[in-house]
């Protein structure tokens, strides 16, 4: 029996090591198939479909979701979203709620995907996570030559070529790295966004003057320890570094509209602190919230290590709402 036993347990021994090589090996067969799956162009058909764009002379993929309810003979507003890093856009369809709101809101929905640090070794959460190029995170060489904020205009001219969007409804938002691409590129001299809105994510531009303001909606839990509202150390998977705080974050992106910086508590229950900046930049602190997005499925990261995850606030809704009020004029 005890040698039996033994047997049994220095097979298992053997096998983790070729069954751990083999499920990295699958990864990698499906990330490279999914590649090769995607088509070049979107089909004016309803679903999720999953595609790919040349941009910068370099392949980009994105993930596409039509409502059923939608008329393509009609104009439609189109909304963009931004993952975090280590994310990919197909989950933030699917997982938190913009697919659903999209069938509702009767508009169509874009997530593209960032490139992983290293653009020529397979995406890994851990490893070699999917980013976009705000400083934020540690590149290779190549990565940090990579134009993003043209990937974006390229697949906004490609939403445009193929459907017919309503280019005063254009809009974009993001999630923590994809938060600070979004503040990124509604300072860039391309912005063509009607508004922005971004979700436990840093301001990482330095003095943005952006060429006109933009509606701004800005979501935070006051219990993310990815992006601590006092600033400070921000730990995360990848990097350690100093923060400053929030409020000093956001009164420079109001700077840079040429509205107040002194931002001024419209209401306070027990959800959320709303703070103002100006008619058309709010800040909503979510109590109790964490990194991840509000509402959203759990992403199945430890909450020590993101924080607690609430639904008291639906982040997708209250945002297609912030977009529905702040066409461009």
């Given at each position: 029996?005890?040698?039996?036993?033994?047997?049994?347990?220095?097979?298992?021994?053997?096998?983790?090591?070729?069954?751990?090589?083999?499920?990295?090996?699958?990864?990698?067969?499906?990330?490279?198939?999914?590649?090769?799956?995607?088509?070049?162009?979107?089909?004016?058909?309803?679903?999720?479909?999953?595609?790919?764009?040349?941009?910068?002379?370099?392949?980009?993929?994105?993930?596409?979701?039509?409502p059923k309810s939608l008329?393509?003979?009609?104009?439609?507003?189109?909304?963009m979203v931004l993952?975090?890093?280590?994310?990919?856009?197909?989950?933030?369809?699917?997982?938190?709620?913009?697919?659903?709101?999209?069938?509702?809101?009767?508009?169509?929905?874009?997530?593209?995907?960032?490139?992983?640090?290293?653009?020529?070794?397979?995406?890994?959460?851990?490893?070699?996570?999917?980013?976009?190029?705000?400083?934020?995170?540690?590149?290779?060489?190549?990565?940090?030559?990579?134009?993003?904020?043209?990937?974006?205009?390229?697949?906004?001219?490609?939403?445009?070529?193929?459907?017919?969007?309503?280019?005063?409804?254009?809009?974009?938002?993001?999630?923590?790295?994809?938060?600070?691409?979004?503040?990124?590129?509604?300072?860039?001299?391309?912005?063509?966004?009607?508004?922005?809105?971004?979700?436990?994510?840093?301001?990482?531009?330095?003095?943005?003057?952006?060429?006109?303001?933009?509606?701004?909606?800005?979501?935070?839990?006051?219990?993310?320890?990815?992006?601590?509202?006092?600033?400070?150390?921000?730990?995360?998977?990848?990097?350690?570094?100093?923060?400053?705080?929030?409020?000093?974050?956001?009164?420079?992106?109001?700077?840079?509209?040429?509205?107040?910086?002194?931002?001024?508590?419209?209401?306070?229950?027990?959800?959320?602190?709303?703070?103002?900046?100006?008619?058309?930049?709010?800040?909503?602190?979510?109590?109790?919230?964490?990194?991840?997005?509000?509402?959203?499925?759990?992403?199945?990261?430890?909450?020590?290590?993101?924080?607690?995850?609430?639904?008291?606030?639906?982040?997708?809704?209250?945002?297609?709402?912030?977009?529905?009020?702040?066409?461009?004029?």
């Amino acid at each position: 029996m005890v040698r039996r036993l033994f047997s049994i347990l220095l097979l298992l021994i053997i096998s983790i090591p070729i069954l751990l090589a083999a499920s990295m090996m699958m990864r990698r067969v499906r990330y490279f198939s999914m590649q090769q799956a995607r088509a070049d162009a979107p089909e004016r058909e309803t679903g999720l479909q999953k595609l790919r764009i040349t941009s910068d002379g370099r392949v980009r993929t994105y993930c596409l979701y039509v409502p059923k309810s939608l008329d393509l003979s009609e104009m439609t507003p189109l909304v963009m979203v931004l993952h975090g890093a280590g994310g990919e856009g197909e989950m933030y369809l699917t997982r938190n709620g913009w697919e659903k709101q999209a069938e509702l809101g009767r508009f169509i929905v874009v997530a593209p995907d960032g490139l992983p640090a290293r653009v020529r070794a397979v995406p890994n959460f851990l490893t070699n996570p999917r980013i976009w190029r705000t400083g934020q995170v540690s590149t290779a060489a190549v990565r940090s030559n990579i134009d993003d904020l043209k990937f974006l205009d390229d697949l906004f001219d490609r939403m445009q070529s193929r459907f017919k969007i309503d280019s005063k409804r254009i809009f974009l938002c993001g999630h923590s790295n994809g938060s600070s691409m979004a503040f990124r590129y509604a300072a860039s001299p391309n912005c063509r966004v009607a508004a922005v809105a971004m979700v436990a994510g840093q301001m990482t531009e330095r003095d943005p003057i952006l060429k006109q303001p933009i509606p701004t909606l800005y979501l935070i839990g006051d219990k993310d320890p990815l992006n601590p509202l006092a600033g400070g150390i921000q730990k995360t998977p990848w990097n350690s570094r100093e923060v400053p705080p929030v409020q000093n974050q956001l009164a420079e992106w109001a700077k840079g509209m040429g509205i107040r910086t002194q931002s001024v508590i419209r209401s306070d229950d027990r959800t959320k602190t709303v703070v103002e900046f100006g008619p058309s930049f709010q800040e909503w602190i979510i109590k109790g919230q964490g990194h991840m997005w509000p509402g959203g499925e759990e992403a199945g990261l430890p909450s020590r290590f993101v924080g607690p995850s609430l639904n008291s606030v639906d982040a997708t809704h209250e945002i297609w709402k912030f977009f529905q009020s702040h066409p461009r004029a």
